[in-house]
């Protein structure tokens, strides 16, 4: 994109992913990469590893293939892994019982 007037103008969004979303990714990398890192109480070796899914509760965004490599993880190198999940939808009851069922901490 040309820049016409940077005073006026802000993309948020190239190819789906926002530049404010990979700025945090370097700041994550920076910790870990720190001597704060080998302690820190969310990025450190000790904490408990946890990611978040926020949307729409279908099988069509991917819900089944996140509980397979999240159980996939688990099992290959021995973690044990919190998903947090936000939303609602169709799918959110046998979603939740597709998980209890595969042992996954998917509140």
Known sequence: ???????????????????????????????????????????GPEATPTVYFIGKMLWSKGLGSLMELVKYAEVSAGLKIKVDMYGGGPDKDEADARAKKMGLDMP
């Open 1 to 43: 994109l040309g820049n016409f007037a940077p005073e006026k103008e802000l993309v948020e969004n190239v190819h789906g992913v926002r530049q404010t979303f990979l700025d945090a990714g370097e700041q994550v990398r920076n910790i870990i990469l720190s001597k704060e890192g080998k302690t820190h109480p969310v990025f």
